[in-house]
C-alpha cells in the first residue's frame, strides 16, 4: 500500500509559476515511475507528465512540454512539477500516481492522491 499526499497549489495570475509536490509513503519509491494528471470541471483526467523511476526519463503532454518540469529526490521520496508560464486553461486538479514505466499509464493496480487545486486567473 502507498499513500501520496499533493501539496503546492493556489491561486496564480496568467503568466505565473507553481511547484507542486507529491510525498510518498508506504512504499519503495524508487521501484515506481511517477506521473502528474489533471482534472477540470466537466473533463476527463488528462496525462500531464511523467518521469522514470531513477529520474533519468520525462515525458510531457504537447499541452506542457517546454512551460513544465517533473523531478524527483528519491533520498525525500517526492516528486515535483514546476509549473511555467501558466495559463487560465491549465485551471484543474493536479493529481499525482504511481506508474511502471514512462510509456504505460496507472491502471487498477497503482495509486493516487488526492490532488491539489490550481487556479489560473486571466
Known amino acids: 500500500q502507498v499513500q501520496l499526499v499533493e501539496s503546492g497549489g493556489g491561486l496564480v495570475q496568467a503568466g505565473g509559476s507553481l511547484r507542486l509536490s507529491c510525498a510518498a509513503s508506504g512504499g519503495t519509491f524508487s521501484s515506481y515511475a511517477m506521473a502528474w494528471f489533471r482534472q477540470a470541471p466537466g473533463k476527463e483526467r488528462e496525462f500531464v507528465a511523467v518521469?522514470?523511476?531513477?529520474?533519468?526519463?520525462?515525458r510531457y503532454a504537447d499541452s506542457t512540454k517546454g512551460r513544465f518540469t517533473i523531478s524527483r529526490d528519491n533520498a525525500k521520496n517526492t516528486v515535483y512539477l514546476q509549473m511555467n508560464s501558466l495559463k487560465p486553461e491549465d485551471t484543474a486538479v493536479y493529481y499525482c500516481?504511481?506508474?511502471?514505466?514512462?510509456?504505460?499509464?496507472?491502471?487498477?493496480?497503482?495509486?493516487w492522491g488526492q490532488g491539489t487545486q490550481v487556479t489560473v486567473s486571466s
Open positions: 500516481a504511481t506508474t511502471k514505466a514512462t510509456w504505460t499509464l496507472p491502471n487498477e493496480s497503482d495509486y
Open positions: 518521469i522514470s523511476r531513477s529520474g533519468g526519463a520525462t
